[in-house]
T-cell receptor, first 112, second 113 residues
Framework: GDSVTQMEGPVTLSEEAFLTINCTYT??????LFWYVQYPGEGLQLLLKATKADDKGSNKGFEATYRKETTSFHLEKGSVQVSDSAVYFC???????????FGTGTRLQVFP | GAVVSQHPSWVICKSGTSVKIECRSLDFQATTMFWYRQFPKQSLMLMAT?????????EQGVEKDKFLINHASLTLSTLTVTSAHPEDSSFYIC?????????FGPGTRLTVL
């Protein structure tokens, strides 16, 4: 079945460091891919998405490119801030279906 | 905008009792809401899709008689865990759909003793 695999955390970085959180997926079709972020005490928020191969989603300095050949959707940010500390979830869904399939989440801790 | 709340944020109950969790869309109407369950260090798993005014659609393996879902209005869906047992202890998260996006609540931690 379809699934999403994320790197285990926590990822610990100093402020202004480069961030990569790996995400790979297994899918029978051509899903849309998402990154959600969950700040402490809050619900998941959509960070960015890509709907087809080679699309790049970007938001708040984060970006991820839909790589069909490697079935990956890695999240990157050039310079992280303390305020980026949160749990990041990679997810996929198909077309207009509402069913989101999530990875296990990766906790990011950024220290000043 | 697009805020979803859950109540309570945490609950502890005795085995055999029932617990109700509320999910509200505070500033928008949602014909569709979703209920997820998350175990420690595991991903969110969709339990059911709740549509206002109709029966919920449950995912395979989810007991509909144990996890009762009621979507009584366009801003409120409830999940009732009936005859709770320790294995029902988990983090329950709801989301509400607006346009093509799901907006998530902060979750409810259920502990069954």
């Amino acid at each position: 079945g379809d699934s999403v695999t994320q790197m285990e955390g926590p990822v610990t970085l100093s402020e202004e460091a480069f961030l990569t959180i790996n995400c790979t997926y297994t899918a029978t079709g051509y899903p849309s891919l998402f990154w959600y972020v969950q700040y402490p005490g809050e619900g998941l928020q959509l960070l960015l998405k890509a709907t087809k191969a080679d699309d790049k989603g970007s938001n708040k300095g984060f970006e991820a490119t839909y790589r069909k050949e490697t079935t990956s959707f890695h999240l990157e940010k050039g310079s992280v801030q303390v305020s980026d500390s949160a749990v990041y979830f990679c997810a996929l869904s198909y077309g207009r279906t509402d069913k989101l399939i999530f990875g296990t989440g990766t906790r990011l801790q950024v220290f000043p | 905008g697009a805020v979803v709340s859950q109540h309570p944020s945490w609950v502890i109950c005795k085995s055999g009792t029932s617990v109700k969790i509320e999910c509200r869309s505070l500033d928008f109407q949602a014909t569709t809401m979703f209920w997820y369950r998350q175990f420690p260090k595991q991903s969110l798993m969709l339990m059911a899709t709740s549509n206002e005014g109709s029966k919920a659609t449950y995912e395979q393996g989810v007991e509909k008689d144990k996890f009762l879902i009621n979507h009584a209005s366009l801003t409120l869906s409830t999940l009732t865990v009936t005859s709770a047992h320790p294995e029902d202890s988990s983090f329950y998260i709801c989301s509400a759909k607006m346009w093509d996006e799901q907006f998530f609540g902060p979750g409810t931690r259920l502990t069954v003793l």
